[in-house]
């Protein structure tokens, strides 16, 4: 289905919620969308041993948090690349960061320490800098972004990068999402999740791929799962209001992700379609 203009769009939801199921069916329905994931570009870069991706990398091992500030750069600096971000000046090259899925021509490689530190305070992105980036309203150029913004702050930050235009509340009773999650195991290598209850591996325990064996979520117990679910609670709301005040949130409520996705189909349609 075909896209009229260009989608800029996060989910929100509980953990268990079934936002990456909604996302799998939003990208296959709707061709032009396209999946952007703040973590997939950091493991991205973590992997191909690029500066930035050392800088990281040390890091997350001494348990450090990724800055606000560098995770919009990368974001901003990917639609750059993509060409769905325009800066509105004569700069000839755009600092590339790896990508996982475009390299764009012409773009200059980061190749020291030197010059991830040039690109954090590039005034491109700076904050209140007089550059004014300009998203693509092309089709497609439309996008599902992916564990960023988690807080109003971090939402306020990248309005002035580009501005979603819908944000979408899922939600789930809290009874029914522990019972999904009770059923819940993972290949952890690749990622696939699989549930007892309704998309069970072939054989019990062992991944459909690769045979190996599936394990359960330390987060995913009980105690632990309540305490995530509180916290969700505590961060969400205020970014919630943040997206309802500027006219962009919308809220759907199901049993299961067969009941939430219709409805979010058709919110989907009637907004770009």
Do not use: C
């Not at 549930?195 to 987060?219: C, M, Q, S, W, Y």
């Not at 609670?233 to 205020?238: A, N, R």
């Amino acid at each position: 289905m075909r896209l009229r203009k260009a989608a800029r769009v996060i989910l929100v939801g509980a953990p268990g919620v079934g936002k990456g199921t909604q996302s799998e069916r939003l990208l296959r329905r709707f061709p032009q969308l396209s999946s952007i994931s703040s973590g997939d570009l950091l493991r991205h870069n973590v992997k191909q041993r690029t500066p930035l991706g050392i800088k990281v990398e040390s890091t997350m091992k001494t348990g450090g948090l990724v800055s606000d500030d560098l995770i919009l750069r990368l974001i901003s600096n990917e639609l750059n690349q993509r060409g769905w971000l325009f800066a509105g000046h004569p700069s000839a090259n755009v600092i590339t960061l790896a990508s996982s899925d475009v390299s764009a021509t012409g773009s200059q490689a980061i190749d020291d320490t030197a010059e991830v530190e040039a690109f954090i305070s590039s005034p491109v992105h700076a904050r209140g800098g007089s550059v004014e980036p300009r998203p693509s309203d092309d089709p497609s150029a439309s996008f599902l972004l992916d564990g960023f913004p988690r807080t109003a702050l971090q939402a306020d930050r990248l309005d002035e990068i580009v501005p979603i235009n819908l944000a979408v509340s899922i939600k789930t009773p809290l009874d029914v999402i522990m019972e999904r999650i009770s059923g819940r195991w993972v290949h952890e290598p690749s990622g696939r999740v699989y549930n007892t209850t309704f998309h069970a591996p072939k054989v019990p325990g062992i991944d459909d791929v690769t045979g190996e064996p599936l394990v359960r979520r330390a987060d995913d117990k009980d105690e632990i799962y309540r305490a995530r679910f509180q916290k969700f609670q505590e961060t969400s709301e205020p970014l919630l209001e943040h997206y309802a005040r500027k006219g962009v949130l919308w809220e759907v409520e199901g049993m299961s992700s067969d009941e939430i996705s219709p409805k979010l189909f058709a919110e989907f349609e009637r907004r770009f379609v």
